[in-house]
């Protein structure tokens, strides 16, 4: 199992919420010193800081599952190679039937239905 593709998937939807962060605090220090941004400047502070803390809670949150995982108190894992398991996802419906409910392997990308 590669570890390091296992922790940069589970870094990418932090990574987002940072660069959001970083554009949102840039946009309002450079609209601080107009008459029109002073006005915006404190939401926007404040709205950098809560993406900057949604992006470091989604990744405790990752990391948690994973150590989870590790100690095999969560999901079990992939049927497959025994890697790491990501959200419960819905099956599709196709030509009327609705197939079983699957979860996204971090390690091999394949989808492990669930019971």
Not at 28 to 35: E, F, K, L, V
Not at 46 to 60: P, Q
Not at 64 to 69: D, P
Request: one cysteine or more; hydrophobic letters at 45%.
């Amino acid at each position: 199992m590669n570890w390091t593709m296992v922790l940069l998937r589970g870094l990418r939807f932090p990574a987002i919420g940072v660069v959001v962060a970083l554009v949102i605090m840039w946009a309002a220090w450079n609209m601080r010193g107009t008459p029109l941004g002073a006005a915006f400047f404190e939401p926007f502070r404040w709205a950098g800081l809560a993406a900057m803390s949604f992006a470091a809670l989604s990744y405790s949150y990752f990391m948690y599952r994973l150590i989870r995982w590790q100690r095999t108190e969560g999901e079990q894992g992939c049927d497959r190679c025994g890697g790491p398991t990501g959200f419960l996802q819905t099956g599709r419906v196709i030509r009327g039937n609705q197939l079983s409910d699957f979860r996204r392997c971090y390690n091999c990308g394949r989808a492990s239905p669930q019971e």
